[in-house]
C-alpha cells in the first residue's frame, strides 16, 4: 500500500502565535517556559491536524524558533566564537544572538548577527553557518530528539527531519573559503551518526535528511562525496530507514548519484521537475521506497489530483504501490495553513485553491485512490475536475485588453533616452547633493498606533477622512525627522502602506488577497503574499497623492517609492496556466504607468525596489540566460520612458549578486542599493572587479538586527567602500527599509549613519 506523507508543516499558527510568542520573548514580556509551552501547544496542533488529515508519515523536527538551518548549527554546536559560547548545549540567548545579533551591555561591544540570504529560490531566508578550517562539532542541541520524544507521548510515531550535511556545508560560509569545506566532513558526521543513534534509541523509524543541494549544479567532488558520507550514516545506526529528500527542481545529471545512495528511500519533487519520473523509474532501485511529490508545496492553487493520479499510476505501474510513498512537492512551510478561515474571500476563487491544511487533504484523496479506494473519494475527484476546468475558462482571469497591450510591447520602450554617463551629469545639475548622499531605503518603523488605525479604516470602523489625516500627519513627523537628522534624500515613510507587495496588488487588477495567508519570511517576520489569478492593470494611479503630499512638506528630494515587477511576481502567489514571464511584463506595464504619472507629477527621484531579482534566479545555470533576459527587460519597461534627469533608483535584499552583476549593470538603474553590512562589503569586490558603472548605495546599517551600530563602526564601512568604488558613486543608506525597527533604535542609528558620512565627507577633502 502507497503511505501518505508530509515533509514539514507551517509553524507560526493560524494566528501567528509563535510570532507573537517569540517577539514577547525578545521583549522580556514572556518567559522562556512560557514561550516553550507555546510552542508544545502549536506543534501539537500541527501534529494532530495531519494524522486527522490521514497523514501516515508525519515529520518533526520542521518546527523552528526561528530558522531550520540555525537549528542544525546549534545542533551541530557550530557557533561562532564572538558569541562567547561555552555550554554543554546552544542556550536560546546564545541562538537568537546568532540569528539577530546581541547589543552589548554598559562597556561591552555589541555583538553582530550572522548573515542571512535566501534559501535556494523562495522567498524564506536561512541563517547562514559560518565555519572556520579548524571548526570543532559536538552535538550542542538535542531538539530534534525531544520532538520526537514528544510526538511520540501523544501517540505518534514521527520522521524527524534534518539538513543533510553536504546541504548544510554548501550553505555555509567558510573562512575566507581558502580551505576545503568538505574536510569538515570528517569532524561533522559524527554528531550526524551520534543524533541518528539517539533517535533510535528513543524509538525512531525513520529519519528525512534533506539535501536540496542535490537539485544544484554539482562539481564531481561534491557528487563524491555524497555515497560515502550516507554509508557511514547507514552503518551507525542500522535499524533507522532514512530517505533522503530532493526539492525545488529535478535531479538531471545528479540523478545517479541520488538514485545508487546506501539509504532506504528518495524524495523527488514532481512539480518543479515534472519531467524527472521517467528518469527515475529508469535508475532508482525497485526495493526502495520512492516518494512522489505531487502536491505543490510553495504555491496555492489546487492539485490536478487526475493529472497527479496519473503520474502516480506510472510510478505504480514500473514498480508497484507497497513502496511508494505520496506526499508535498516540499515542505509546506512556504503555504499558509488553513483557506477555511479566509470566509471572506471571493467564493469562486476560493475554489481554486488549497492552503497546508487543504493540501494534506489532497495528499490523502490521491493515496486513497491509488490503494483500490478511489470510489470512496470520487466525489472529491469530481469536483476537483470541475474546479479545475471552471478556472480555465473563467472570464476574470482573462483580459483581452491585457493581451492587446502585451503584444504592443517593442524593444524601443525598454530604453533610457540617454546612456548612464550622459544622465548622470543632467542629474547632477537637476538634484544638487553633496557627495556620499544619505538616503533611506524607503518604509520608517510601523506602530502599533499606526497598524491600527489602518486595520479600523479597512475594516470601515473610521472614515476616509480621518485615516488620511491620520496619514499625512505620519508623512509630517517622518519629514520633519529626517529634515532635522540631516538626511539629503528624503523618503514619505510609507505609514499608508501594510506590505511592499501588498499594497500594490490591492490596486491592481488580477489580484487578490487572505486575511489570514501568512507565511514565514524570516524569524518572526510573516508576510501575507498576494495571490495573482488573473491578468494584471492598472486601473488608476497609486502612489502620485501621498508623494506629492510629502514633497509639498519639504524642499529637499522626496523619492518615489514602488515595488518593481518581478518583486512582486516572485513575493506573490503566482497563477501556474501562464508563463511567469508573461505575467511579469503585465505587472511591469501597470508600473511602467506609474512611473510615468510620478514623473508628471514633478517627483525627480523614483524607486523601484527588485529585491527578489536574485531570488528568482533558477537553481542551474544553464536556465539563468532567459530567466535574466526577461527580468532584466521587466524592470526596464517600467523605467525607460522617463526623461534624463530623472533618478531611476532600484533596491536589492540579501542575496549573492556575484554571478548576475552584468545583469544588474543591464537593468541601468541610475543608482543601487544593496545589502553589505552583515558581510563587511565583501559584495562590493564584485562590483569592483566588474567595474559597476552606476552609482551604489551599499547598506551600511543592518536592519534586521535590534543593535545600533555606531558611527565609528558605519564610518569603517564606508571607507572600505570607498577603497572599491570613486566616492563621488557612493550612496549612504541602510541596507533595506525600516519598518520592522522601533523610533528609538532608528533615530539613533540614522544619527550615526548622517555622522559617519559627514566624517567621510571630511576625510576626502583632506586627501
Known sequence: MAIATNFGFPRIGTQRELKKAVEAYWKQKLSAEELSQTCRELRLRHWKLQQASGIEQIPSNDFSLYDQVLDMTAMLGAVPARY???????????????????????????????????????????????????????????????EFTEAKEAGMVTRPVLIGPITYLLLSKCEGDAFDRFRLLERMLPVYE???????????????????????????????????????LKEASPSLSLLVATYFGDLRENLETACQLPVDGLHVDLVHG?????????????????SLGVVDGRNIWKTDLGGALGLIREAEQARGSERLMIGPSCSLLHSPIDLDLEVDLDPEIQTWLAFAK???????????????????????????????????????????????????????????????????????????????????IGSFPQTKDLRKVRADYKAGRIDEATYDS????????????????????????????????????????????????????????????????????????????????????????????????????????????????????????????????????????????EAALREGLPLRRRDWEIYLTWAVDCFRLTASRVKDQTQIHTHMCYSEFNDIIPSISDM????????????????????????????????????????IP?????????????????????????????????WPEVKESLKNMIGAAQALRKELTTV
Not at 525598454?414 to 556620499?436: C, D, G, M, N, W
Request: a negative charge; one cysteine or more.
Open 84 to 146: 562567547d559560547w561555552s555550554g554543554e548545549t546552544v542556550d536560546l540567548d546564545t541562538y537568537f544572538a546568532m540569528a539577530r545579533g546581541r547589543a552589548g551591555k554598559k562597556g561591552e561591544s555589541d555583538v553582530a548577527a550572522m548573515e542571512m540570504t535566501k534559501w535556494f529560490d523562495t522567498n524564506y531566508h536561512y541563517i547562514v553557518p559560518e565555519l572556520t578550517a579548524d571548526q570543532k562539532f559536538r552535538l550542542a542541541s538535542r531538539k530534534a530528539i525531544d
Open 194 to 232: 551520534e543524533l541518528l543513534q539517539d533517535l533510535a534509541a528513543v524509538g525512531a523509524q525513520w529519519v528525512q535528511i534533506d539535501e536540496p543541494a542535490l537539485v544544484l549544479d554539482l562539481d564531481e567532488k561534491t557528487l563524491a562525496a555524497f555515497a560515502p558520507t550516507y554509508q557511514r
Open 274 to 290: 515534472l519531467g524527472q519520473l521517467e528518469a527515475v523509474l529508469k535508475a532508482f532501485p525497485t526495493t526502495k521506497h520512492l
Open 358 to 440: 487543504q493540501k494534506l487533504q489532497e495528499i490523502s484523496t490521491l493515496t486513497q485512490a491509488i490503494n483500490g479506494n478511489e470510489e470512496s473519494v470520487r466525489l472529491v475527484l469530481e469536483e476537483n475536475l470541475e474546479a479545475i476546468r471552471a478556472r480555465k475558462i473563467s472570464e476574470r482571469v482573462h483580459q483581452p485588453h491585457v493581451k492587446y497591450r502585451l503584444e504592443a510591447i517593442t524593444s524601443e520602450m525598454s530604453h533610457r533616452q540617454s546612456p548612464f554617463t550622459e544622465r548622470a551629469l543632467v542629474q547632477r545639475q537637476a538634484i544638487k547633493l553633496p557627495v556620499l548622499p544619505t538616503t533611506t
Open 470 to 609: 491620520f496619514i499625512k500627519q505620519q508623512i509630517d513627523d517622518t519629514i520633519r525627522f529626517q529634515e532635522e537628522v540631516g538626511l539629503d534624500v528624503l523618503v514619505h515613510g510609507e505609514a499608508e502602506r501594510n506590505d511592499m507587495v501588498e499594497y500594490f496588488g490591492e490596486q491592481l487588477d488580477g489580484f487578490t488577497f487572505t486575511k489570514n495567508g501568512w507565511v514565514q519570511s524570516y524569524g518572526s517576520r510573516c508576510v501575507k503574499p498576494p495571490i495573482i489569478f488573473g491578468d494584471v492593470s492598472r486601473p488608476k494611479a497609486m502612489t502620485v497623492d501621498w508623494i506629492n503630499y510629502a514633497q509639498s512638506k519639504t524642499s529637499k528630494p522626496v523619492k518615489g517609492m514602488l515595488t518593481g515587477p518581478v518583486t512582486i511576481l516572485q513575493w506573490s502567489f503566482v497563477r501556474n496556466d501562464q508563463p511567469r514571464s508573461v505575467t511579469c511584463r503585465q505587472i511591469a506595464l501597470a508600473i511602467r504607468d506609474e512611473v510615468v504619472d510620478l514623473e508628471k507629477a514633478g517627483v525627480q527621484m523614483i524607486q523601484i525596489d
Open 668 to 707: 541601468d538603474a541610475d543608482v543601487i542599493s544593496i545589502e553589505s553590512s552583515r558581510s563587511k562589503m565583501e559584495l562590493l569586490k564584485a562590483f569592483e572587479a566588474f567595474q559597476y558603472p552606476n552609482e551604489i548605495g551599499p547598506g551600511v546599517y543592518d536592519i534586521h538586527s535590534p543593535r
Open 710 to 742: 555606531s558611527e565609528e563602526e558605519m564610518a569603517e564601512l564606508l571607507r572600505s567602500a570607498c577603497k572599491v568604488l570613486p566616492p563621488e558613486r557612493v550612496w549612504v543608506n541602510p541596507d533595506c527599509g525600516l519598518k520592522t525597527r522601533g
